[in-house]
């Protein structure tokens, strides 16, 4: 099994900016792409910004130019800096990992962080 574990996130004014940052751990063989996800009460999950293991970028329209994900592939790591942040970015964030886990046998699973609240007051 793979575990997630997320830190960063917090309380901070209009304008203001925040890190986020999620390490993968367990039966890791390869992880294949690491990003972020959030969710408030009000809407579905959706999602925020991906990096695949080659280091493509996707991101949701609402963030581009304002948040950047990156990656440490060495320390199963992936960061989220986002910067102007808004009241309507307050939310759930959770970190997600597309992983080939070692062991037993080698499978591929997608796996969850437990979600770090980032609020954000005008």
């Known amino acids: 099994q793979v575990q997630l574990v997320e830190s960063g996130g917090g309380l901070v004014q209009a304008g203001g900016s925040l890190r986020l940052s999620c390490s993968a751990s367990?039966?890791?063989?390869?992880?294949?792409?690491m990003g972020w996800y959030r969710q408030n009460p009000e809407k579905q999950r959706e999602l925020v910004a991906v990096m695949t293991s080659g280091g493509s970028t996707t991101y949701a329209d609402s963030v581009k130019g304002r948040f950047t994900i990156s990656r440490d592939n060495a320390k199963n790591t992936v960061y989220l800096q986002m910067n102007s942040l808004k009241p309507e970015d307050t939310a759930v964030y959770y970190c997600n990992a597309d992983c080939t886990v070692a062991a037993p046998v080698k499978y591929e699973a997608r796996f969850w962080g437990q979600g770090t609240q980032v609020t954000v007051s005008s």
């Open positions: 367990g039966s890791i063989f390869s992880i294949n792409a």
